[in-house]
């Protein structure tokens, strides 16, 4: 017999999840999450207090930094195991991992997209080098978050005398997952999505588990006008939810409604108006040092001259102050490389908050796992990435900050995946956050080893609105070595009290 899947409504959907199940959460951001799926299972536990004890996984960040996302898992009770690639946009999920009232890690995401086919194919898990000497790695804390998570997910192994990492694979019971269109047989396009990120993986991976599929779409067809629009085959999916097209829970992104720009290729002949994505002032000079919007200007020009200087071929730009280096670049006519995002697309001009993970007028678009098969394997020129703490050994930390009340987990996403395989790193950021400098003696969470980068021969550069530095070995020993100091910085009252005696200068 031919297989069909049910179409249900989110909350018969919701009823679906039993206590204990492990749920696998697709999306990126907003792009891609079944929020109304997602929500209904949140009202559902909380009118009944079940489903209970979930154990969710999840590859990107998805949400809002509110209480869109996986923050629908977010109560205390509901979900007690969370395996997350990015944690800044799931506050609620974050409060259950600093209050230690779930077990959480926080693996790269890469790696758990990689993870999602080795479900599928029954492999013995991810076998990589992704992760090795930070956090992640076992001999430092295994990707562990809180004293009460205690199982090893990851271990460090040898092969041929080289240390590896493996990340252990576990049976996936639900996929809630997201699509633009289905027709009878459950077969899912994705033509107004801006990606369509693990869809494929996460599926099979559910599937090959005994488990099933849930897909959010937001229109009926009856048969897909070529079957190469179909991302998700109908074999693999058990429930459809349909939601009216202009419903806030199927919106494009969790920033905008519908932008045709990110599934549109650009007009021949026509230059993309980069304006809607970033406002240029008619003087790109930092007018005001003091004012953070100035500061910010002032770090994304001088990163856009590393595209000139390095003469990149593939470009990646993380989230943030780098996101917005390529509308700079392009404005000034610095244009001779291709921007990629690890949510797939390549090519185009990538979006920044809330529509992070689309890039606009794209050439292609990949699914992530693909895309991350290319970045591990050295496939990044050149990647751009921010950075909330650096040290005077040149070690980053962008995951967890702070002790008590005050600990901010915002997690690596796919930042370990191009730090470790890129060729050529910029860190950005500011010198200075509320009086205190980020350029500390060591970091708290060490999300990049500087040392580690060195012995695989990639060059680093940490870009600030007071200074730039490389990172050096000098006598065996990485070092930060001084380049240059802005023009309204002295560099003896604002640089050198926060640098230590082992900074080298230029």
């Known amino acids: 017999m031919q297989h069909r899947p049910q179409w249900i409504f989110a909350e018969q959907a919701a009823e679906l999840v039993f206590s204990g199940a492990t749920v696998a959460s697709a999306g990126f951001v907003g792009v891609g999450h079944a929020e109304a799926v997602t929500r209904a299972l949140e009202q559902r536990f909380l009118a009944t207090d079940s489903p209970r004890d979930l154990r969710l996984i999840y590859s990107a960040g998805q949400g809002d930094r509110g209480a869109r996302g996986v923050n629908h898992f977010g109560h205390p009770g509901m979900t007690t195991r969370i395996i997350g690639g990015h944690w800044r946009s799931a506050p609620k999920l974050a ?16 790696v758990i997209t990689h993870l999602y086919r080795a479900i599928a194919a029954k492999t013995p898990g991810v076998i990589t080098r992704i992760g090795l000497n930070t956090f992640v790695d076992p001999t430092h804390d295994g990707g562990k978050l809180n004293a009460c998570t205690v199982d090893d997910l990851v271990e460090r192994i040898d092969i041929d005398g080289q240390p590896w990492l493996r990340y252990k694979p576990m049976p996936i019971h639900f996929a809630l997952i997201r699509a633009t269109c289905a027709d009878a047989l459950g077969n899912l396009s994705c033509e107004h999505e801006p990606f369509h990120h693990e869809l494929l993986a996460i599926s099979q991976a559910a599937r090959n588990s ?80 003091a004012d953070a919007a100035s500061q910010r200007l002032a770090i994304q020009r001088r990163a856009a001259l590393e595209l000139v200087r390095q003469h990149p071929s593939v470009v990646n730009l993380g989230v943030g102050m780098p996101a917005g280096v390529g509308a700079i670049a392009h404005a000034a006519g610095v244009d001779q490389y291709t921007l990629t995002v690890e949510a797939g697309p390549i090519g185009g ?39 909330a703490q650096f040290d005077w050994q040149g070690n980053v930390n ?28 910029v860190f950005l950021g500011s010198f200075m956050n509320r009086g205190r400098s980020k350029l500390l003696p060591r970091v708290e969470h060490l999300s990049f080893n500087g040392r580690y ?54």
């Open 398 to 425: 962008v995951s967890l900050f702070g002790q008590g009340n005050h600990r901010l987990l915002a997690g690596v996403g796919g930042f370990i995946n191009i730090t470790q395989s890129s060729r050529s790193l």
């Open 349 to 387: 001009t990538p979006a920044d908050g809330l529509s992070f993970g689309a890039s606009r007028f794209p050439q292609a678009v990949v699914d992530e796992p693909a895309q991350f098969d290319f970045y591990d394997g050295g496939g990044i020129d050149l990647a751009m990435l921010g950075m």
């Open 210 to 289: 005994g488990g099933k599929v849930i897909a959010q779409v937001k229109k009926r067809v009856d048969q897909h006008a070529h079957p190469h629009l179909v991302k998700v085959p109908g074999i693999l999916v058990d429930y459809i939810v349909e939601v009216a097209p202009d419903d806030i829970e199927h919106h494009m992104t969790f920033g905008e409604a519908m932008n045709l720009d990110y599934v549109s290729a650009a007009p021949i002949g026509v230059e993309p108006d980069v304006s809607r994505l970033i406002a240029l002032p008619a003087a790109l000079e930092a007018s005001d040092p």
């Open 95 to 110: 409060k259950l991992a600093t209050d230690n009232l779930a077990q959480a890690w926080n693996l790269p995401q890469g």
């Open 453 to 506: 980068a060195l012995e695989q021969g990639t060059q680093v550069r940490y870009i600030t609105d007071l200074a730039v530095f490389d990172l050096v070995l000098h006598q065996g020993e990485p070092r930060l070595r001084l380049i240059e100091v802005a023009p309204h910085a002295n560099l003896e009252r604002d640089v050198l009290p926060h640098c230590g005696p082992e900074l080298l200068r230029a």
